[in-house]
Each structure stands twice: as structure tokens, then as C-alpha cells.
């Protein structure tokens, strides 16, 4: 099967968070997946929504979800769910990791932080 324009599936994930938050210390509701370079970010209900700046910054288009359980695309310019394809893994984040988090890093309030 070749590669969609905008997915790479031999790239893996940046790591089992969103790298953005976790350089300053921030938490997440979900997390997201680049299809073209692996890069974890937050959803756009997390307070952060790195996974949309990061395609703000990069120009890649098409990410997926990063949490268990899930195997959707979404394509940030068509403004719509597309196909995709298997990715390299591991293709969400560990099941023990708690959602929202990382944990320790979560408010007790935290409902009260999230984008609706």
C-alpha cells in the first residue's frame, strides 16, 4: 500500500506525551498524533492545543489519535476525517497513562480548563 500525501508510516510517535506540554510543565485531555513526522500533541480541548499549532507550524496536515482504542485521521485543511493507514508503533499512548495527564500534573479543577 502506498503512503497518503501527508502520512508517513514509518515514522514513530515523539514519545507517549504531547513534548509541548511537557516542556513547560502542562498536562493534556487527549493526545494527538502527526501522520507525517510522529509528533505528539494535545487535543484541541486540552488547554494548550499543541496538535493544532504544531500543524499551524508545519504545514502537516493529517494527524490521528494517539489514545487507546482509537484509529481515526483527521485532515486540518479539508476540515474533515479521511482515511488513513497502519503507522508505525506504538499507535496511542500506554494504556496506564491516565487521560487526562500526565498524572501529578493534572488539577483537581481541571474540567474547568478545557476547551469545549
Same mark, same amino acid.
Given at each position: 500500500?502506498?503512503?497518503?500525501?501527508?502520512? !508517513?508510516?514509518?515514522? =514513530?510517535?515523539?514519545?507517549?506525551?504531547?513534548?509541548?506540554?511537557?516542556?513547560?510543565?502542562?498536562?493534556?485531555? %487527549?493526545?494527538?498524533r502527526c501522520a507525517a513526522c510522529g509528533h505528539?500533541?494535545?487535543?484541541?480541548?486540552?488547554?494548550?492545543?499543541?496538535?493544532?499549532? %504544531?500543524?499551524?507550524?508545519?504545514?502537516?496536515?493529517?494527524?490521528?489519535?494517539?489514545? =487507546?482504542?482509537?484509529?481515526?485521521?483527521? !485532515?486540518?485543511?479539508?476540515?474533515?476525517?479521511?482515511?488513513?493507514?497502519?503507522?508505525?508503533?506504538p499507535v496511542s499512548r500506554p494504556?496506564?497513562? =491516565?487521560?487526562?495527564?500526565?498524572?501529578?500534573?493534572?488539577?483537581?479543577?481541571?474540567?474547568?480548563?478545557?476547551?469545549?
Amino acid at each position: 500500500m502506498s503512503a497518503r500525501p501527508g502520512i !508517513d508510516p514509518s515514522v =514513530p510517535p515523539s514519545g507517549t506525551g504531547c513534548s509541548d506540554c511537557d516542556d513547560v510543565g502542562g498536562w493534556w485531555v %487527549h493526545l494527538r498524533r502527526c501522520a507525517a513526522c510522529g509528533h505528539v500533541g494535545c487535543c484541541d480541548s486540552s488547554p494548550a492545543q499543541h496538535a493544532t499549532a %504544531h500543524w499551524r507550524e508545519s504545514g502537516h496536515p493529517v494527524m490521528t489519535s494517539f489514545e =487507546p482504542g482509537e484509529d481515526w485521521f483527521w !485532515d486540518f485543511e479539508r476540515h474533515k476525517g479521511v482515511l488513513g493507514q497502519p503507522l508505525a508503533p506504538p499507535v496511542s499512548r500506554p494504556e496506564d497513562q =491516565p487521560a487526562p495527564g500526565p498524572a501529578g500534573r493534572v488539577p483537581a479543577d481541571w474540567n474547568e480548563h478545557v476547551h469545549r
